[in-house]
């Protein structure tokens, strides 16, 4: 490796002991955090996610399903019921809450788990290549050509609706694009010194993938699973909204969108609150995501 | 070109004949709750075994793939055992109502795509605006968008119909097309986004590089002419590919649209199969749809080689 040309700076920051670099990366991500284009709406997720997660603790707000049969279908801005209650007396405020809890938590798990397969199948087919590769790529395209939907449906179906099998069915989906995208980025660097020289010098597969292939191929699916928290988070509205997601009594915001459906001419609040916080929700969070991938793109 | 197509032919059936397998054994999961549809909660093992030989249930999971796969071939996709309907008649009843949905859809969004495109590169100044209607269009489920609509057009405003689905051959066309505003609109949102991002940058790529630009602008041509003449023709090539590959993603997606509204298309099929636990009309829906991804990926890209000769030479 030469070493020559590179300027100063660089060469100090490679020689540079460990903890000074951590300071540094750190420090850069702080940058790219630090413009109002992410910083605005990426508070305004926050803020969903902190109401959603301390906020019934904090404000004394009753549980999604201690309603009283006495008080059903209270109007906006009923003493004690801020947003008022459906069509069982329960509190709506809680059940946005709590459903959103539950959007949020799907929305993350079902990326994590996506984002892990689809890294590990990826890189793994790129590198060891032939007929493995040839295979794992067969079935990303069979992923996408699948009618996704369905296989989400079947699944939820199968499994029952419940938040792990939903979580499960959810990151079907997302497996085969961030799988794709592993796979260019290792294919860009599989012939780099870097990779050769470690199995050159006799590092095992698994070494070299998760030593030295996985730093430089997680950057950009980091980009992409910000965007797929959104994408998980609507398709966990959309099987709920079928019926097939979070089941009744839990609250999740596609069935509470779904439930208040038949009230749409008497209390169309019921729905339109839902869609409202799915809305923002999605929104900033899709906004926060779009203006880092950009702060990505003119830093690259 | 011949080379490219045979290699992709074989791809696509690869690709086919995994999703057929991926689907077989996915309804085979739901298969034992078959039995349990058609027969109740309480059957004795007798009737379920009965029935599992007279519905070819009890050879083994291979067979089975290869006498259904041999039938499909020759066009026939068996009947359904829950329904007692044929399953190929039923997809083709369903495919109009879809059909119509897409078009109606792809028809929005390309307005909605000529029109901000046309607006940004016109006033430069709205160009955030745009990407920030394209973002929120893109971060709103169809199913609220339709929602919406319907608490907006239909019971406040009674200006449209909220269950959409009328038969042009009943009802008329006009009634017909009157309801499929709406879904339209809720699925064209969705995926205007993307063709406005694709045709956009490929316009600004056009307007910054290509010397015809300053040339037709030189001879004197106004803005608009040298734009709608010159820079769209030859920017569009990426947006047709894009519509190819939205079309054949969008037939998987309208299950929801078409719940919300009512319409008995193929996505209300696959629904109500699932429900159901219709095996037979289930795996012949995710074929036909498997088949129209695949064929439109196709599509695409032999549109995109036609239309573009950079990649023709390739």
Redesign the interface.
């Known amino acids: 490796m030469t070493q020559l040309a590179l300027p100063d700076a660089d060469l100090a920051w490679v020689e540079g002991p460990q903890d000074q670099r951590f300071r540094r990366s750190a420090r850069g991500a702080l940058r790219a955090v630090a413009t109002p284009s992410v910083a605005i709406p990426g508070a305004v997720f926050l803020l969903v996610v902190l109401a959603c997660f301390a906020g019934p603790a904090l404000f004394g707000i009753p549980g999604p399903n201690a309603g009283s049969i006495t008080s059903t279908m209270l109007p906006l801005g009923s003493p004690g019921h801020l947003l008022g209650t459906n069509e069982l007396g329960n509190d709506e405020l809680s059940r946005l809450l709590f459903g959103g809890r539950v959007s949020i938590i799907v929305g993350v798990g079902a990326t994590a788990i996506s984002l892990l397969a689809g890294c590990l199948l990826g890189m793994s087919a790129c590198y060891f290549g032939g007929f493995y590769e040839k295979f794992i790529m067969r079935l990303f395209d069979t992923l996408l050509a699948f009618p996704s939907l369905i296989l989400a449906l079947a699944i939820a179906d199968y499994l029952g609706p419940a938040l792990r099998n939903t979580i499960l069915a959810i990151s079907v989906f997302g497996v085969s694009q961030f799988g794709r995208l592993a796979w260019s980025q290792t294919l860009r660097i599989r012939d780099r010194d870097f990779v050769v020289a470690p199995r050159a010098d006799g590092a095992r597969g698994r070494r070299i993938i998760f030593g030295h292939i996985l730093p430089n191929v997680i950057p950009p699916l980091l980009g992409l699973a910000l965007f797929n928290v959104g994408t998980a988070m609507m398709m966990e509205a959309g099987l709920s909204y079928l019926g097939l997601g979070i089941a009744q009594p839990n609250p999740s915001w596609g069935n509470m969108i779904s439930d208040g459906q038949q009230y749409l001419y008497n209390a169309p609040r019921l729905v339109i609150m839902p869609c409202i916080a799915l809305v923002v929700a999605l929104v900033s969070l899709n906004l926060t995501a779009d203006a880092i991938a950009r702060r990505q793109e003119t830093r690259a | 070109m011949a080379r490219w197509i045979i290699d992709r032919l074989i791809?696509m059936i690869?690709?086919?004949i995994?999703?057929t397998v991926?689907?077989f054994l996915?309804?085979r999961?739901?298969k034992g709750?078959e039995l349990f549809a058609l027969l109740g909660d309480n059957y004795t093992k007798q009737a379920a075994d009965a029935l599992s030989a007279q519905l070819g249930l009890n050879k083994p999971l291979p067979i089975q793939y290869l006498t259904w796969l041999g039938d499909a071939v020759r066009g026939d996709f068996g009947t359904s055992a829950v329904t007692q309907q044929a399953v190929g008649p039923a997809l083709l009843a369903a495919l109009g109502p879809t059909v119509e949905l897409l078009i109606g859809a792809q028809l929005v969004s390309l307005v909605l795509t000529l029109i901000t495109t046309s607006v940004s590169v016109r006033w430069r100044w709205t160009e955030r605006l745009t990407t920030g209607l394209a973002?929120?269009c893109?971060?709103?489920?169809s199913?609220?968008v339709g929602?919406?609509m319907?608490?907006l057009f239909s019971?406040t405003l009674h200006l449209l119909p909220a269950i959409a689905w009328a038969s042009p051959k009943t009802a008329g066309w006009g009634t017909n097309i009157e309801g499929m505003i709406m879904p339209s609109i809720a699925l064209g949102i969705s995926v205007f986004p993307n063709y406005m991002r694709v045709l956009r940058s490929q316009v600004n790529e056009q307007l910054e590089n290509e010397e015809y630009v300053t040339l037709a602008r030189m001879k004197g041509l106004s803005g608009p002419r040298v734009f709608i003449r010159h820079v769209v023709p030859n920017s569009l090539s990426g947006l047709i590919t894009l519509v190819a590959l939205t079309t054949?993603f969008l037939?998987?997606?309208v299950?929801?649209v078409e719940?919300v509204f009512g319409i008995p298309g193929e996505g209300s099929l696959?629904?109500n199969a699932?429900?159901k636990r219709d095996a037979t009309m289930?795996e012949g829906?995710?074929l036909l749809?498997?088949v129209a991804?695949?064929v439109f990926?196709l599509i695409g890209e032999l549109a995109q080689m036609r239309l573009d000769p950079r990649i023709r030479a390739r």
């Open positions: 791809q690869v690709v086919l995994f999703a991926l689907g996915l309804v999961l739901l709750n973002l929120l893109s971060s709103v489920p199913f609220v929602l919406l319907i608490v019971t054949g037939i998987s997606g299950v929801i719940q696959v629904y699932i429900q289930l829906a995710i749809i498997a991804v695949v990926n």
